[in-house]
């Protein structure tokens, strides 16, 4: 049996939802809290019961809370209003989407990070992934710390959770305070414009402008432990199949944790993170959302992924 409580995030696919739920499963949470959104149409009603039900299959002893929309709040609202519901109840939890699939070491990395760092204000949030490719030259210790929130598997506390704001309003100060490069200032200025004009459907780009707002830290383990399967059409923010970060596997981290002495970010690491960022997306960004606005992002998007079909 696992203390620690786990929050499972669900809405419409039920082929990854089944999957990230058997790994749920083998580790026996004692509490398990599911967070569901709500159809936006007939087609998606169906998928969203038969998601559902998946998740109605616990065959251990577990202290199961609920919390189903019956209309769709979108990606942003739900998870936001899900994680306040969540803790209203416990201190701490792990919390994995229906795409978020974790290696067995994912739970007991999580766990023991959530015990060592619980009392640490400047320490936001545990995360299951690592997507740097040169891992064994750059990180020497089980894990890092980053300024970066990497939200595909990840653990946090009631505290830290405090820090978000359920509307987002940015300031030109931290950014520019954040990013010394014209070109990721430029990126992360117009992410956060458009998360705050509700062009981006995002609750993740509001937790890491706080998570910035507030100077706090965040751990990445030194191998992924999360591997994202949900890239593809049918998701809200991954649906490139071929994007870079779909073919990131997960991995299995050893213990006991090897620790850094210093609670201080890995600055040669970030850098690398930002640049394979910036670098891959903010064309796309500019392009995406130009095209949304003259109308002809649907068109567009469908050629596409015939051509990669």
């Known amino acids: 049996m696992f203390d620690v409580p786990i929050v499972f995030i669900i809405f419409k696919r039920p082929e990854t939802t089944q999957k990230v739920f058997d790994e749920i499963r083998k580790v026996k949470p004692k509490k398990l809290f599911i967070v569901a959104d709500g159809p936006r149409n007939k087609e998606e009603k169906i998928k969203c019961e038969k998601t559902r039900v998946i998740v109605e299959k616990i065959n251990w002893d577990c202290e199961v809370f609920r919390n189903y929309s019956e209309e769709n709040l979108g990606c942003r609202k739900r998870v936001i209003s899900g994680l306040n519901w969540v803790f209203k109840n416990v201190e701490k939890c792990i919390i994995l989407e229906d795409d978020c699939l974790p290696d067995q070491s994912f739970f007991p990395f999580c766990e023991k990070l959530l015990e060592r760092y619980k009392k640490r204000e400047d320490v936001m949030m545990i995360s299951g992934n690592n997507h740097l490719k040169d891992k064994k030259n750059i990180i020497k210790d089980s894990y890092y710390f980053t ?31 954040n990013f010394s490069n014209w070109k990721d200032r430029i990126y992360w200025k117009y992410v956060f414009k458009e998360t705050e004009k509700g062009y981006i459907d995002s609750w993740a780009y509001s937790l890491f402008y706080y998570s910035l707002n507030n100077e706090m830290q965040n751990i990445c383990p030194k191998v992924n432990l999360v591997a994202n399967i949900g890239f593809g059409d049918d998701s809200t923010n991954t649906g490139n199949y071929n994007d870079t970060y779909s073919l990131i596997k997960k991995e299995t981290i050893s ?38 606005q003259i109308g002809l992002f649907s068109y567009f998007k469908k050629i596409y992924y015939k051509m990669i079909n």
Not at 164 to 177: A, F, G, R
Not at 255 to 271: C, Q, S, T, V, Y
Request: net charge positive.
């Open 147 to 177: 300024k970066f929130t990497y939200i595909w598997g990840w653990a946090t506390w009631r505290s830290s959770w405090k820090l978000m704001q359920d509307n987002l309003t940015i300031s030109n100060k931290v950014i520019y305070s």
């Open 255 to 292: 213990f006991p944790l090897n620790h850094p002495e210093e609670i201080r970010i890995n600055k040669k690491a970030d850098k690398i993170s930002q640049k394979n960022s910036v670098n891959m997306s903010l064309f796309r960004f500019f392009l995406k959302h130009i095209l949304k």
